[in-house]
């Protein structure tokens, strides 16, 4: 049996109605560290090569019943299709191949858990900075 490819990092998303409140709370309360801002989206440092995304999300919409559609499990690598391949010959379907995100400079593919969560496989197309939008 092969081995899977290298995960490099891992980032949780959660989406959230009020960006400015949560990104006050997460910088201000808890203390983490911007380590990517892509506009609608801030990623924070939480240890290690663990990471917290938070990202707005339409203000008109309510919060889904089951949390499985509003929390993402991020994992980055450079071997997105790699991952692809490997997951694929182990019969997993996958929601989305992968696919160049321009808005957020990315290269991702989406599956999801057998209990509903999504799952994103990505590696990011710049050079890591605090701020890309510029």
Not at 67 to 72: N, T
Not at 98 to 108: D, G, V
Request: proline share 4%; aromatic share 14%.
């Amino acid at each position: 049996m092969s081995v899977h490819p290298q995960i490099d990092e891992q980032i949780t998303f959660f989406y959230t109605h009020n960006l400015n409140a949560s990104r006050e709370f997460y910088e201000q309360k808890l203390g983490l560290e911007l380590w990517l801002d892509q506009g609608t989206c801030r990623i924070y440092t939480v240890s290690g090569s663990g990471y917290l995304g938070l990202c707005q999300t339409n203000e008109i919409s309510t919060p889904p019943a089951d949390k499985q559609s509003s929390v993402i499990f991020t994992l980055v690598t450079q071997q997105v299709d790699e991952w692809f391949e490997y997951l694929k010959e182990r019969g997993v379907e996958f929601e989305k191949p992968p696919a160049l995100n321009k808005k957020y400079n990315i290269y991702h593919c989406f599956l999801r858990d057998p209990s509903g969560y999504l799952i994103e496989i990505q590696r990011f197309e710049t050079t890591k900075k605090k701020d890309i939008t510029k």
